[in-house]
């Protein structure tokens, strides 16, 4: 029987359908309210492994650390690593594939959330929502005034998508259909079919494309090439009127920068769902107004978390019936 460990609490869609195939599921329950450490994990396989029950499968979430000394605790047993999340940048893939080990993501069914989010980060900082509300708690209402809290028309501006994927392809389409605006991005490929059904435009160069737009929204992968994709040089290419949105990766961002660019009003404002240093937060940037911070959620809906699920134990167990996952990095 096929033993599964998931090092954090995933919900029950996913746990259903394991348990239903039959296999030995052990939930790592000590990082419910926290990201697992390498130290539990590496224990927890290795303590399998002495006992004559190794672990066939590791199903991560995109808080843990699957580096080399993981995938070599889980050997010569361990067959996939089955990633919950989009992005795979907390796994060495490198190291699991040179070791025979399959990795798996969930892509597609957090396309639409993610992009809702995205927009609904955009709407909010141009619209002042969340200090809107805080200056409504603490009081600070008296009357309506025709200069209270002015924001900024999201219609009919231009937004520049960095990364035409699923999701950067899903944003633009709430952008034009939604709202009307024009779409610049950038991406490593040009899409002459995305181009001719939104009317969006190609900037081959990120440079050039920063001046240009009203908003910014960041959908690109974390890797070596995009860390600090956007610093201070960039900032300083955009309108002072912009506005950054990133519910991508933290580290994308150079957040240091982000906050010298929003206090020294080099750009307007900005909204992120993700952090450099994650879970912590650039202290700068919580003192500061005129950005909204969300915790890492824009997938968080019951039915996409649901889903992501479901797909992680779907690509487990296509891996151990000797069938190719759905969702194979290759």
Known sequence: MPKIFITRPIPEAGLKILHDKGYEVVVNEAA??????????????QQAQGEGKPFDALLSVLTDQITV????????????IANYAVGFDNVDVGAAKQKGVMVTNTPGVLTDTVAEHTFALVLSIAHRIAEADRFS??????AWGPELLLGTDVSGKTLG???????????????????GM?????????????????????????DELL?????????VPLLDSTRHFINEERFKKMKPSAYLINTSRGPI?????????????????AAIDVFEYEPEITPELKKLENIILTPHIASATRETRNKMAEL???????????RTPPNLIK
């Open 137 to 142: 708690r603490a009081d600070k209402y008296k």
């Open 312 to 322: 992680a134990a779907t690509n487990i167990i296509e891996a151990l019936e000797g």
């Open 211 to 219: 001046p240009q737009c009203d908003f910014v929204s960041i959908h």
């Open 161 to 179: 998508v960095l990364g035409l994927g699923r999701i950067g392809s899903r944003v633009a389409y709430h952008a034009v259909k939604g709202f």
């Open 32 to 45: 419910l309210e926290r990201a697992a450490t390498q130290e539990e994990m590496i224990a927890v396989l």
């Open 69 to 80: 000394e993981v995938i070599d605790a889980g050997l010569p047993t361990l067959k996939v």
């Open 253 to 269: 961002v150079d957040e240091k920068a982000l906050a010298a660019a929003l206090k020294n009003g080099v750009i307007r404002g």
């Open 182 to 206: 024009k779409v610049l991005y950038y991406d490593p490929k040009q899409n002459p079919d995305f181009e001719k059904e939104y009317g969006a435009v190609y900037v081959s160069n990120v």
